[in-house]
Every structure is written in C-alpha cells, then in structure tokens.
C-alpha cells in the first residue's frame, strides 16, 4: 500500500521532474472531465467507446499544444531568449532542447501499447509521459537529424544494478545492430577505473561479441568507447588488447575547457568532500566506509550492511550543498550521486563525459547524440546533467533499455521509406 509517508517523500523537489509533473497536470483535466468511473467495462459499450474517443482526442491536442511550445522554446534558444519563452515562464526548470519533441505521434504511437485513453481509474503517470517524451524523442532525432552517437549508463541501463554485462543479455544485438549501422556507441559509466582489465569484466559479454563478431569492419569496431569516472578515462576498443580495450591519452580526447581543470582544485575538491562524508557517516550512524580514488572519492556499505534510500539521499544533498558554497566547487564541475547502495563524488559530470566522446569521434554534434540513462532526477543522479549535452532518454530498467533501441530500429524503418533511403 502507498503510505502517506511515501507520497509526500515522492513530492519533494529533489525527486520530482518538472516538465513530466507539468504535462501530467495538463492530461489530468480531461482525465477528470471524460473518465466514468462508476461505469463498468461491459456495460454501455458504446458510450464507454466514445468517452474514450473523446478522451483519446483531448489528449492528443493537449500534447500537439506543448509541442508547439517545445518548438517556440527551441527559436528562443536559437536567438539568445532562452529564458523569454512561453514554456520557461511556466517550467521554470525546463533546460534546451536540441531536436523538436513530436509528443503528438508519440502519445498515438505509445497509446496504441498502453492504452493510456481507455484507462478510466488510473489517470496518465509519470511513467506513461516519461515514455510519451522518449519516444517523442527518438521520433525527433529520426525524423530531424541523423543519429551519430548512442551513449549509454552502466547500471540498470545496460545491466542490473552491481551486475556485469553477460554473453545472454538481450541489449548485447541491439548495441551491434548500432554499431553495423555505422554509428559510434560511447558507455559514459561511474566506475572510474584506470584498468582497461576491471572494464573488461564489467563489460565481458559486449567486447568479446564484438571481438567475434563475423561482419562487423575494424572501422566499426573501433566505434566502441568507455568513458569511466564520468569523465575522466577514456578507453577504446582495441582487438589486439589481451582486455579488448585500450587507455586513451587524456590529450587525444580532452576538452578545452577541461584543460583548465588544475590538479590542485582536484584534490581540493576532493579533500571537502571525504571530510563532509565522513561528518555524514558519523552523523548518520552508517555502516559505510571511505573510498578515496585518482578523481573521486565516495562511501560504500560495510559487509553485510545497507543503507536506506533516505540516508544515502540526505548525504548526497548535503555534500551537494558543500562543494555548491565552497570556492573550488565554483571553479571545478563534479558530480555528487546516490549509486542504489553507496555515493560517490567525481570530478567532472556526464555532460562532460558525453561531450568528451562527441568530441573524440569527430565534434559529433549534440543534435546527433542520445544518451539513454535511468538517472535524471534534479539531485543525486548522475545521468541528470547529460541533458545539457545531448537528447536523452530516460529509462527505468535494462529491459526498457532493449525496448527502447528496438523502438528506434522500428522508427527508423519507417521513416526511410519516406526519405527515399
């Protein structure tokens, strides 16, 4: 049972997006206005056929509505108004966006699955909009551009949370289908290894399906890259490598502005936030220890132990909140993140880490990238900041993460046809 509790927990701001909570505002009108509660499923057919109709058709209007906002927000952006736009005076939170969002043909496309419009008891949630906008997404990037680069999180995007990526994994075709298709796939993760060896084990199943691989060119291959720490290792797929994988000089890959980053500020930023988590873990009682690393520092759960949703939660806003007030976290981006089971600190964020692989593989341009994530609340998720980099796609489970490419194969099929491809 939903406790009141858990409700409320789930209005803070820090676990709310709201773009998605604005649009679920906009659905629950008609929701109200057309739904028969009372009325059961085999009775009245006909009338019960036409509310959903009706419902069906306030919906999409409602959605076409926001797209045309979307759309007056992108011409803001383009000339310098970002913040004068009709969608920025009533989403306050909302960033750029870097393709046209068709959430019209979404909502048809995904209604025509989840039968958002004949649902009578469960207004539209935040998952049926989250879906909605993926899909819109993805519709966007076919329709508008071509996509270039698919950047990807680790865990529950591509693997279960603390698992590796295995030979049976049903994402493993769909990542070699992208990279036959000539695009460049970039796995932008967390760990922050400097071992091309501990990414091998983490990523077993996809390199050596790649190194088997019958069809797949050199050139292709070589379209597989990590980038670990968030963005600060950067390894590539090398076949002759006993790891599948080759480090990469920071010089061949660095950004300009990352070139600024002094190893002085590293450290200091560092060195504030061990102290503030160690203060959390003495303050909060938790059974964690210290981990101090090249470029992050975080604390992870003694054996036998775990820590609740709402510590690991309350440590990362504090932290978060440390380095925002201190000097160097004005100087130095980083990322403060709640893992599922432990926090982390990195230097850098996946916006960087994103753009890092754009620029090594060309300045592919932002417009031409997905970044697929399970992360983008406003607090303590590490995929969150990539939305400033490129389009994303926000999902819920690796399961979701194989529905998503397939749904990006089907698009694309589609709509080449209509290009004359």
């Known amino acids: 049972m939903t406790t009141?509790?858990?409700?409320?927990?789930?209005?803070?701001?820090?676990?709310?997006?709201?773009?998605?909570e604005w649009i679920k505002g906009l659905l629950a009108v008609p929701f109200v206005l057309h739904s028969?509660?009372?009325?059961?499923y085999h009775e009245e057919s006909d009338r019960l056929a036409a509310v959903?109709?009706?419902?069906?058709?306030?919906?999409?209007?409602?959605?076409?509505?926001?797209?045309?906002?979307?759309n007056d927000h992108i011409e803001h952006q383009k000339s310098g108004r970002l913040g004068q736009s009709k969608l920025k005076l009533l989403v306050p939170t909302v960033g750029p966006f870097f393709t046209s969002l068709l959430l019209e043909d979404a909502f048809i496309f995904q209604d025509q699955r989840r039968h958002i419009s004949r649902r009578r008891f469960v207004a539209p949630s935040f998952n049926d909009i989250r879906l909605i906008l993926n899909?819109?997404?993805?519709?966007?990037?076919?329709?508008?551009?071509?996509?270039?680069?698919?950047?990807?999180?680790?865990?529950?995007?591509?693997?279960?949370?603390?698992?590796?990526l295995?030979?049976?994994?049903?994402?493993?075709p769909r990542l070699l289908r992208l990279l036959e298709q000539g695009k460049k796939v970039g796995i932008?993760?967390?760990?922050?290894?400097?071992?091309?060896?501990?990414?091998?084990?983490?990523?077993?199943?996809?390199?050596?399906?790649i190194s088997a691989h019958k069809t797949l060119t050199a050139e292709q291959k070589s379209g597989l890259v990590v980038l670990g720490g968030e963005s600060n290792f950067l390894f590539r797929y090398d076949q002759s490598s006993p790891d599948l994988l080759t480090y990469v000089r920071r010089s061949e890959w660095l950004l300009d502005e990352m070139r600024t980053w002094t190893e002085e500020d590293v450290t200091a930023l560092l060195d504030i936030a061990e102290a503030s988590l160690r203060e959390c873990v003495s303050a909060l009682s938790l059974p964690a220890a210290v981990l101090r690393k090249e470029r992050a520092v975080g604390i992870y759960p003694l054996n036998g132990h775990k820590m609740h949703?709402?510590?690991?939660?309350?440590?990362?806003?504090?932290?978060?909140?440390?380095?925002?007030?201190?000097?160097?976290?004005?100087?130095?981006?980083?990322?403060?993140?709640?893992?599922?089971?432990?926090?982390?600190?990195?230097?850098?964020?996946?916006?960087?880490?994103?753009?890092?692989c754009q620029h090594y593989f060309g300045e592919i341009d932002?417009?031409?990238?997905?970044?697929?994530?399970?992360?983008?609340?406003?607090a303590g998720a590490n995929d969150f900041k990539a939305r400033t980099a490129c389009t994303t796609a926000w999902i819920a489970s690796p399961g979701e993460t194989v529905q998503l490419l397939d749904e990006l194969l089907t698009l694309e099929e589609q709509w080449a046809p209509k290009q004359g491809l």
């Open 166 to 172: 295995v030979e049976d994994n049903p994402v493993l």
């Open 309 to 356: 949703r709402e510590q690991l939660e309350e440590t990362v806003l504090i932290v978060q909140s440390i380095l925002e007030r201190s000097e160097v976290g004005n100087r130095l981006p980083f990322c403060a993140f709640n893992g599922g089971n432990d926090i982390f600190v990195d230097i850098g964020d996946k916006s960087w880490g994103v753009r890092a």
């Open 366 to 378: 932002r417009s031409m990238t997905l970044h697929v994530g399970d992360q983008f609340l406003s």
């Open 36 to 40: 028969q509660p009372t009325a059961i």
């Open 4 to 20: 009141r509790y858990r409700v409320e927990y789930a209005l803070k701001t820090h676990r709310r997006d709201q773009l998605i």
């Open 135 to 164: 899909t819109a997404q993805l519709m966007g990037l076919v329709r508008g551009s071509q996509i270039k680069l698919v950047t990807f999180d680790g865990d529950v995007t591509l693997y279960d949370d603390g698992c590796c």
């Open 52 to 70: 959903a109709t009706a419902t069906y058709r306030r919906y999409a209007e409602i959605l076409r509505d926001v797209e045309v906002m979307i």
């Open 188 to 209: 932008v993760t967390a760990a922050g290894y400097t071992e091309a060896s501990k990414y091998y084990a983490r990523l077993k199943g996809l390199l050596d399906a």
